[in-house]
Protein backbone atom coordinates (compact mmCIF):
# COMPACT_ATOMS: atom_id res chain seq x y z
CA UNK A 1 0.00 0.00 0.00
CA UNK A 2 1.07 3.40 -1.22
CA UNK A 3 0.03 6.31 1.03
CA UNK A 4 -0.15 9.99 0.29
CA UNK A 5 0.00 12.26 3.34
CA UNK A 6 -1.27 15.81 3.26
CA UNK A 7 0.64 18.57 5.13
CA UNK A 8 -0.98 21.76 3.60
CA UNK A 9 -0.54 23.31 0.70
CA UNK A 10 1.47 22.00 -1.92
CA UNK A 11 3.23 19.20 0.30
CA UNK A 12 2.25 15.91 0.35
CA UNK A 13 4.44 12.68 1.70
CA UNK A 14 4.53 9.83 -0.01
CA UNK A 15 5.38 6.89 1.10
CA UNK A 16 5.88 3.94 -1.44
CA UNK A 17 5.37 0.44 -1.77
CA UNK A 18 8.84 0.11 -2.01
CA UNK A 19 9.83 1.52 1.16
CA UNK A 20 10.88 5.29 -0.16
CA UNK A 21 9.83 8.55 1.60
CA UNK A 22 9.24 10.85 -1.10
CA UNK A 23 8.78 14.60 0.09
CA UNK A 24 6.88 17.30 -2.71
CA UNK A 25 6.82 20.81 -1.73
CA UNK A 26 7.71 20.93 1.20
CA UNK A 27 5.92 24.65 3.36
CA UNK A 28 5.98 23.80 6.74
CA UNK A 29 7.49 26.14 8.87
CA UNK A 30 6.22 29.29 8.33
CA UNK A 31 2.58 27.67 6.76
CA UNK A 32 0.14 28.84 8.56
CA UNK A 33 -2.05 25.52 7.71
CA UNK A 34 0.62 22.83 8.01
CA UNK A 35 0.12 20.04 10.52
CA UNK A 36 3.45 19.81 11.43
CA UNK A 37 7.50 21.64 10.99
CA UNK A 38 10.47 20.69 8.77
CA UNK A 39 11.67 19.87 12.61
CA UNK A 40 9.39 17.12 12.62
CA UNK A 41 10.48 15.00 9.54
CA UNK A 42 12.62 12.24 10.84
CA UNK A 43 13.42 9.97 8.04
CA UNK A 44 12.56 11.32 3.88
CA UNK A 45 14.65 9.76 1.08
CA UNK A 46 13.65 12.46 -1.86
CA UNK A 47 12.94 15.63 -1.70
CA UNK A 48 11.03 17.34 -4.80
CA UNK A 49 10.39 20.95 -5.60
CA UNK A 50 8.36 21.97 -8.72
CA UNK A 51 9.93 25.77 -8.10
CA UNK A 52 11.97 27.86 -5.99
CA UNK A 53 9.30 30.07 -4.32
CA UNK A 54 9.31 30.67 -0.62
CA UNK A 55 6.05 28.21 -0.50
CA UNK A 56 7.44 25.62 -2.19
CA UNK A 57 11.19 24.95 -1.85
CA UNK A 58 13.74 26.86 1.03
CA UNK A 59 12.28 24.21 3.97
CA UNK A 60 13.28 21.69 1.44
CA UNK A 61 16.98 22.96 1.89
CA UNK A 62 16.65 22.80 5.71
CA UNK A 63 15.26 19.36 5.39
CA UNK A 64 17.71 18.06 2.95
CA UNK A 65 20.68 19.27 5.07
CA UNK A 66 19.54 17.42 8.26
CA UNK A 67 18.47 14.13 6.72
CA UNK A 68 20.82 13.76 3.96
CA UNK A 69 17.39 13.04 1.57
CA UNK A 70 18.55 13.44 -2.11
CA UNK A 71 16.72 16.70 -3.56
CA UNK A 72 15.51 16.80 -6.82
CA UNK A 73 13.99 19.71 -9.44
CA UNK A 74 15.37 21.72 -12.40
CA UNK A 75 19.43 22.31 -13.09
CA UNK A 76 19.47 25.56 -11.89
CA UNK A 77 17.58 25.10 -8.78
CA UNK A 78 19.29 22.01 -7.80
CA UNK A 79 22.44 23.61 -8.31
CA UNK A 80 21.39 26.43 -5.83
CA UNK A 81 20.30 24.06 -3.10
CA UNK A 82 24.01 22.67 -3.34
CA UNK A 83 25.39 26.50 -2.74
CA UNK A 84 23.44 25.93 0.03
CA UNK A 85 24.79 22.87 1.61
CA UNK A 86 22.56 20.32 0.25
CA UNK A 87 25.01 16.84 -0.45
CA UNK A 88 22.94 15.10 -2.47
CA UNK A 89 20.90 16.57 -5.46
CA UNK A 90 19.92 14.99 -8.91
CA UNK A 91 19.39 17.39 -11.65
CA UNK A 92 16.60 17.05 -14.25
CA UNK A 93 14.72 19.44 -16.68
CA UNK A 94 11.45 19.60 -18.37
CA UNK A 95 10.54 16.52 -20.48
CA UNK A 96 13.28 14.49 -19.10
CA UNK A 97 12.80 11.69 -16.91
CA UNK A 98 14.86 9.09 -14.92
CA UNK A 99 14.55 6.34 -12.94
CA UNK A 100 15.22 6.55 -9.37
CA UNK A 101 14.82 3.65 -6.87
CA UNK A 102 11.35 4.43 -6.29
CA UNK A 103 10.13 4.31 -9.70
CA UNK A 104 10.56 6.69 -13.02
CA UNK A 105 9.92 10.70 -12.45
CA UNK A 106 9.12 12.99 -15.30
CA UNK A 107 9.29 16.95 -14.91
CA UNK A 108 6.23 17.78 -17.14
CA UNK A 109 5.47 21.07 -18.31
CA UNK A 110 3.36 24.10 -16.33
CA UNK A 111 3.26 27.59 -16.37
CA UNK A 112 4.03 29.81 -13.74
CA UNK A 113 6.45 32.54 -12.90
CA UNK A 114 9.87 31.72 -10.48
CA UNK A 115 12.33 33.50 -8.32
CA UNK A 116 14.59 31.58 -6.20
CA UNK A 117 13.87 32.40 -2.35
CA UNK A 118 17.02 32.66 -0.76
CA UNK A 119 19.37 33.71 -3.56
CA UNK A 120 19.70 37.46 -2.68
CA UNK A 121 21.86 37.86 -6.53
CA UNK A 122 19.43 36.24 -8.29
CA UNK A 123 21.98 34.05 -9.94
CA UNK A 124 20.11 31.20 -10.31
CA UNK A 125 16.74 30.42 -12.27
CA UNK A 126 13.80 28.42 -11.46
CA UNK A 127 11.48 26.79 -14.26
CA UNK A 128 8.16 25.77 -12.70
CA UNK A 129 6.99 22.12 -13.46
CA UNK A 130 5.61 19.57 -12.10
CA UNK A 131 6.17 15.87 -11.51
CA UNK A 132 4.87 12.71 -13.11
CA UNK A 133 6.04 9.36 -11.11
CA UNK A 134 5.58 5.50 -12.25
CA UNK A 135 5.53 3.83 -8.84
CA UNK A 136 7.95 0.28 -8.55
CA UNK A 137 5.50 -2.06 -7.76
CA UNK A 138 5.72 -3.29 -3.97
CA UNK A 139 5.42 -7.36 -3.05
CA UNK A 140 2.35 -8.11 -4.30
CA UNK A 141 1.06 -4.99 -5.94
CA UNK A 142 -1.56 -4.87 -8.34
CA UNK A 143 -1.79 -1.95 -10.84
CA UNK A 144 0.29 0.93 -12.25
CA UNK A 145 0.56 3.64 -9.34
CA UNK A 146 1.26 6.78 -11.53
CA UNK A 147 1.04 10.13 -9.13
CA UNK A 148 1.04 13.28 -10.63
CA UNK A 149 1.77 16.71 -9.23
CA UNK A 150 1.31 19.51 -11.29
CA UNK A 151 3.49 22.17 -9.34
CA UNK A 152 1.76 25.54 -9.31
CA UNK A 153 0.38 26.07 -13.09
CA UNK A 154 -2.78 27.69 -15.13
CA UNK A 155 -4.70 25.02 -17.24
CA UNK A 156 -2.28 23.99 -20.21
CA UNK A 157 -3.45 21.87 -22.90
CA UNK A 158 -0.21 19.85 -22.22
CA UNK A 159 -2.10 18.25 -19.46
CA UNK A 160 -4.24 16.18 -22.31
CA UNK A 161 -1.04 14.72 -22.95
CA UNK A 162 -1.23 12.82 -19.73
CA UNK A 163 -4.66 11.10 -20.35
CA UNK A 164 -5.01 7.96 -19.16
CA UNK A 165 -1.21 7.94 -17.86
CA UNK A 166 -2.78 9.26 -14.31
CA UNK A 167 -3.75 7.15 -11.47
CA UNK A 168 -3.73 9.89 -8.79
CA UNK A 169 -3.77 13.54 -10.16
CA UNK A 170 -2.10 16.38 -7.31
CA UNK A 171 -3.86 19.84 -8.87
CA UNK A 172 -4.07 23.15 -7.71
CA UNK A 173 -7.46 24.60 -7.28
CA UNK A 174 -6.62 28.11 -5.02
CA UNK A 175 -7.00 30.52 -7.83
CA UNK A 176 -5.05 33.95 -7.80
CA UNK A 177 -1.72 32.04 -8.32
CA UNK A 178 -2.42 28.73 -10.08
CA UNK A 179 -6.09 27.38 -12.00
CA UNK A 180 -8.70 27.85 -9.93
CA UNK A 181 -11.49 25.10 -9.49
CA UNK A 182 -13.21 25.65 -12.64
CA UNK A 183 -9.87 25.07 -14.46
CA UNK A 184 -8.72 22.51 -12.99
CA UNK A 185 -11.95 20.77 -13.18
CA UNK A 186 -11.08 21.76 -16.72
CA UNK A 187 -7.84 19.64 -15.84
CA UNK A 188 -9.40 16.56 -14.66
CA UNK A 189 -11.61 16.20 -17.61
CA UNK A 190 -8.08 16.26 -19.77
CA UNK A 191 -6.34 14.16 -17.79
CA UNK A 192 -8.91 11.86 -16.80
CA UNK A 193 -7.27 10.15 -13.57
CA UNK A 194 -8.76 7.62 -11.11
CA UNK A 195 -8.41 10.19 -8.45
CA UNK A 196 -8.05 13.99 -7.42
CA UNK A 197 -6.69 15.49 -5.06
CA UNK A 198 -6.87 19.57 -4.32
CA UNK A 199 -3.97 21.33 -3.32
CA UNK A 200 -2.77 24.76 -2.96
CA UNK A 201 -6.14 26.39 -1.73
CA UNK A 202 -6.98 27.67 1.82
CA UNK A 203 -3.51 28.75 3.06
CA UNK A 204 -4.03 32.13 2.76
CA UNK A 205 -7.12 34.34 2.18
CA UNK A 206 -6.49 34.69 -1.61
CA UNK A 207 -6.78 31.15 -2.02
CA UNK A 208 -9.43 30.24 0.06
CA UNK A 209 -12.00 28.02 -1.91
CA UNK A 210 -14.64 25.62 -0.89
CA UNK A 211 -13.21 21.89 -2.19
CA UNK A 212 -16.53 20.46 -2.09
CA UNK A 213 -17.85 22.69 -4.46
CA UNK A 214 -15.02 21.67 -6.97
CA UNK A 215 -15.71 18.03 -6.13
CA UNK A 216 -19.09 18.93 -7.36
CA UNK A 217 -17.89 20.12 -10.35
CA UNK A 218 -15.66 17.12 -11.18
CA UNK A 219 -18.82 15.03 -10.09
CA UNK A 220 -18.66 11.80 -11.56
CA UNK A 221 -15.26 12.22 -13.82
CA UNK A 222 -12.88 10.84 -11.24
CA UNK A 223 -13.28 10.17 -7.26
CA UNK A 224 -11.75 13.47 -5.67
CA UNK A 225 -10.32 12.95 -2.64
CA UNK A 226 -10.58 16.33 -0.11
CA UNK A 227 -7.89 15.76 2.90
CA UNK A 228 -6.92 18.21 5.58
CA UNK A 229 -3.63 18.84 6.87
CA UNK A 230 -2.07 15.29 8.64
CA UNK A 231 -4.93 13.46 6.68
CA UNK A 232 -3.75 10.26 4.11
CA UNK A 233 -4.64 8.45 1.21
CA UNK A 234 -3.88 5.25 0.75
CA UNK A 235 -3.81 3.57 -2.44
ZN1 LIG B 1 2.81 28.26 -4.67
Not at 43 to 71: E, N, Q, S, W
Not at 73 to 78: P, R, S, W
Not at 153 to 171: F, H, I, Q, Y
Not at 197 to 221: E, N
Request: proline share 6%.
Amino acid sequence: MARLTFHGHACFELQTDTGSVLLFDPFLDDNPVADIRTDDIEAVDFILCTHGHYDHFPDGLKIARRTGATMIGTFELMAFAESQGVEKVHKMNVGGGYTFPFGYVKLTPALHSGTVAGDDEGAYTTLAHGFWLDLKPGPGAEGRKRVYHAGDTALLMDMELLRGRVDVALLPIGDNFTMGPEDAARAVEFIQPRVVIPMHYDTWPPIAQDASAFARRVGTQAEVVILKPGEAYDF
